[in-house]
């Protein structure tokens, strides 16, 4: 017989049993497809009070176990807000209040402040309804508006599109794909020579501020290079967002548990970091997540978080490089506009209507957005003059 069980934090379950369901396929040594939903990433965020009821992220794992053995999961938490989550439903919180509804809380299928795509119905496809139908059945059950699950893979979404309700939604970022490069040049050569000219132009400006760059991985990375990226990191967040989603605590937490599945660029102005960016390596993937700097040069940032991501996935012969969301600048450097799914619950059958009209409008312009940046990309096209 099917149980569900909540747990309040994911350091309540054993490592082993949630990443067997999470990323089965490290069983043969290698890396998973993402690290986001593995028990060391989340459990991070949790030791260090980057997610926890004062930070609007309460965690709320929700395991399915069958004969009593665990057989599917959800990285699941109660929301007090919209922050962090990148596919944002602001205008339909604020809309819901304004006609006398209550938005918040509500539950949130996800991987706190971080637009990475990657599998939210942790376990075999055969659970995935049953895993929805129980979140669907905790949202109705305890009076919330809406059950949101944010950067699922299309082939959930298509799985449980209108499952019980679920409404499946389409945005929008901006991902680099290998195409089979030997090394950047080869990359180089699949463009327009304006955007070659343009890049080598960035990079040998990036290169004019005299710095040496580094790209570091597992234990060549130091406790001194984080205390140096904790400031790149809170100067970028005070300006973006007013307050940075990670705790200083989240940085040791990663260090300790992950430091093999990162990579962090650092900028060097002789022996002190100035500038870096922070990345997590997937299986096939490169995910671009923060970056900062204390000094402030020209195109230092294309060539930290766009560049040298590329160089580094090309050589470690990954598919693709993932630069975070928004971004339309990212474009002329080789990274082109892909699709991202949601599914969504709302309780109220008056404002799931109006939100299924709206999604159905913002699709038809997502894809004509796609086709349209598509078309301007940076890639040479057949023999047309250059």
């Known amino acids: 017989m099917a149980e569900i069980t909540l747990h309040d934090s994911l350091t309540e379950i054993d490592a082993s049993a949630w990443d067997a369901l999470a990323a089965p396929e490290q069983a043969d040594g290698g890396r998973p497809v993402d690290p986001f939903t593995t028990h060391r990433f989340l459990a991070a965020l949790d030791r260090s009070g980057s997610t926890g009821a004062a930070s609007g992220w309460q965690p709320k794992p929700l395991i399915l176990t069958e004969a009593g053995q665990p057989v599917a999961a959800l990285p699941l938490y ?50 995935r309804a049953a895993l929805a139908r129980a979140a669907i059945g905790l949202t109705r059950g305890n009076g919330l508006s809406s059950l949101h699950v944010t950067f699922c893979t299309a082939d ?46 960035e990079r040998d400006t990036a290169r004019a501020a005299g710095l040496t760059i580094r790209a570091l991985t597992g234990d060549q ?83 930290l978080c766009y560049y040298q991501a590329i160089d580094w996935a090309i050589a470690a012969g990954l598919h693709r490089v993932e630069a975070g969301a928004q971004g339309e600048h990212k474009l002329a ?43 301007y990309g940076p890639f040479r096209r057949g023999d047309r003059a250059e």
Not at 103 to 125: H, S
Not at 171 to 199: C, P, V
Not at 338 to 344: K, N, Q, R
Not at 357 to 366: H, N, S
């Open 333 to 375: 450097r080789g990274y082109l506009p892909a699709e991202c799914h949601s599914l969504h619950w709302i309780a109220d059958a008056g404002f799931r209507k109006a939100v299924a009209q709206y999604l159905q409008a913002e699709r038809q312009a997502v894809d004509e957005e796609i086709e349209v940046l598509t078309a």
């Open 78 to 127: 109660a929301k007090t807000h919209s922050q962090g989550e990148y596919i944002f439903d602001h205008t339909w919180a604020e809309a819901y209040e304004r006609a006398g509804g209550r938005y918040y809380p509500k539950l949130q299928v996800a991987v706190p402040f971080t637009p990475a795509t990657g599998r939210r119905f942790l376990g075999l496809p055969e659970h």
């Open 221 to 303: 990375i130091e406790p001194r290079h984080w205390a140096a990226f904790w400031a790149f990191y809170q100067d970028t967040g005070s300006r973006k967002w007013g307050r940075p989603y990670l705790t200083r605590a989240a940085f040791d937490e990663f260090h300790r548990t992950m430091r093999n599945d990162i990579l962090l660029v650092l900028a060097f102005r002789d022996d002190r970091p100035v500038a870096g960016a922070l990345n997590f390596i997937g299986r096939h993937t490169l995910y671009g997540r923060y970056w900062g700097c204390v000094e402030d040069h020209p195109c230092l940032h294309f060539e």
């Open 156 to 201: 959930e979404a298509t799985d449980l599109a209108g499952t019980d309700g679920l409404l499946h939604r389409v945005t929008q970022q901006f991902h680099w794909e290998n195409r089979g490069y030997g090394g950047f040049d080869d990359f180089l050569a699949d463009l327009s020579s304006r955007k070659r000219k343009m890049i080598r132009k």
